[in-house]
């Protein structure tokens, strides 16, 4: 029987979903971070649990064909990339193999899983940074990423998966929060002014948003702080304090206050202006998006005589990409903020076929049915939680010959595919796209017909 600070040689076999190594050892499931399948490791148990245990690489034996030197310094210490040490294939096979596992284990299907999908760029790809800022011994203000699983912030000078520009204003702002004596925030005290420096890039523009999230929106030298960071940095078009004076782990509060521009940035996605707030969704990777955007398109193969109901639609973005196709669209969005932007992105585009609906997404599809709007294609793009059972439903009762679904979290959507299965729906294919290189997570375009 395994004990904790047990040593013992066994090989990794498998990845589990969160990105660690798996290996088997006297009936025992040990997940072993950092590790990659064919791994010969000696490994020390750190916890032991009823059916299976946690590891530590202490030493690789016989390394396996598929790891890699990891590029960055401190892969192994930020919670950021699980999957710095192995080869892309290697992460585009475990991506595939996480699929298909949970749509055979979640929801009893063997329906067909394509080949993951490649992203072009592995590094530096990402348009959204959020970094958190801390207070080190000297109550100096400091800045990188959390420690996995921990809210201990790793000091990170140049995220590889961040552009250059955005590292660089994160890096200068700490730097100027502590000339200005204006206090990181510190979470076990909770106090300090500056909780999060928050950047997003439009990829296409190259318009910047630098948000400040902060425990009050007038705190000394505010001002003096944004003007030295507009003139270091000309691209910052507009810069915003959001209020977030909660004890949470949410990053942003509820309200913003503009210092500089009109608080949204504009970029161009699948032909389509996009108006971003701090509270948009919108994907971090401009590239990948559009790709996977133009997957779910494909496989719906609308006409001018389609109408479709994009649920959970932020800005407008998948929507909008499709809307000069249809005959009508309507999207769905919580975030009041995302619709308004929504709006603007459609009159900017000439789209008067175009509505958008403030609602959650079950009260607004019960809304649309007792309009008796019956759109003859859905596509949806939940969050990690996946579709609630009330959406669910009512898009089932629209009767919708066909729905597209784009999904972050591959077990929420093989759960939302089973329902729909029970319900009349036949899952056509998945579609892995690897969104996201060198972390464990994986995007999915599944399309499913009644």
């Not at 503009?258 to 032909?271: A, F, K, P, Q, R």
């Not at 459609?346 to 959650?360: E, L, S, V």
């Not at 793009?381 to 010959?401: H, Q």
Request: charged share 25%; proline share 4%.
């Amino acid at each position: 029987m395994l004990k904790k600070n047990d040593i013992i040689t066994t090989e990794i076999i498998d990845y589990s979903s969160d990105g660690n190594g798996v290996a088997r050892y006297e009936n025992m499931v040990i997940f072993v971070p950092f590790t990659a399948v064919g791994d010969l490791c000696e490994i020390k148990i750190t916890k032991v649990l009823s059916g299976y245990s946690f590891g530590r690489c202490e030493k690789v034996i016989t390394p396996s064909s598929d790891r890699i030197v990891p590029v960055c310094p401190i892969s192994r210490q930020c919670g950021g990339c699980d999957f710095q040490h192995i080869s892309y294939e290697a992460e585009k096979k475990a991506k595939y193999n996480f699929v298909k596992s949970v749509f055979e284990r979640i929801a009893k299907m063997d329906c067909e899983v394509r080949p993951t999908l490649s992203c072009d760029e592995h590094a530096r790809y990402r348009n959204k940074a959020q970094f958190p800022v801390s207070v080190d011994e000297n109550g100096k203000a400091v800045t990188g990423f959390y420690a996995a699983r921990s809210h201990r912030v790793i000091p990170c000078d140049d995220c590889l998966l961040q552009p250059v520009e955005l590292n660089e204003i994160a890096q200068h702002t700490v730097k100027l929060l502590n000339r200005l004596k204006i206090k990181g925030y510190n979470e076990q005290k909770r106090s300090g002014i500056v909780r999060h420096i928050y950047l997003r890039k439009a990829w296409v523009t190259g318009e910047i948003m630098l948000c400040l999230v902060c425990t009050t929106a007038n705190f000394k030298n505010r001002d003096i702080l944004c003007d030295m960071l507009k003139q270091q940095f000309p691209a910052i078009t507009t810069i915003v304090i959001n209020v977030n004076d909660k004890n949470t782990n949410v990053i942003l509060g509820e309200k913003n206050y503009t210092v500089l521009g009109n608080g949204n940035i504009t970029d161009i996605l699948c032909g389509v202006e996009i108006e971003i707030s701090p509270h948009s969704f919108y994907q971090v990777n401009h590239d990948g998006a559009q790709q996977l955007y133009s997957i779910a398109k494909e496989s719906l193969q609308l006409t001018e005589s389609d109408i479709l109901l994009d649920m959970y639609c932020g800005a407008g973005s998948i929507g909008l990409s499709m809307a000069d196709k249809i005959k009508q669209l309507v999207g769905v969005e919580i975030v009041p903020q995302a619709v308004e932007n929504a709006k603007i992105n459609a009159k900017k585009m000439g789209f008067d076929n175009a509505r958008f609906i403030c609602a959650d997404a079950k009260d607004a599809a019960k809304m649309l049915l007792e309009e008796n709007f019956l759109p003859t294609a859905v596509v949806v793009d939940p969050p990690r939680k996946g579709c609630d059972e009330d959406t669910l439903n009512a898009i089932i009762s629209m009767n919708v010959p066909k729905i597209s679904m784009i999904s972050c979290n591959h077990a929420t959507a093989a759960r939302d595919c089973k329902y729909l299965a029970e319900h009349g729906y036949k899952v056509e294919f998945v579609q892995p796209y690897d969104m996201f290189p060198r972390t464990k997570h994986v995007e999915c375009v599944i399309l499913l017909t009644k």
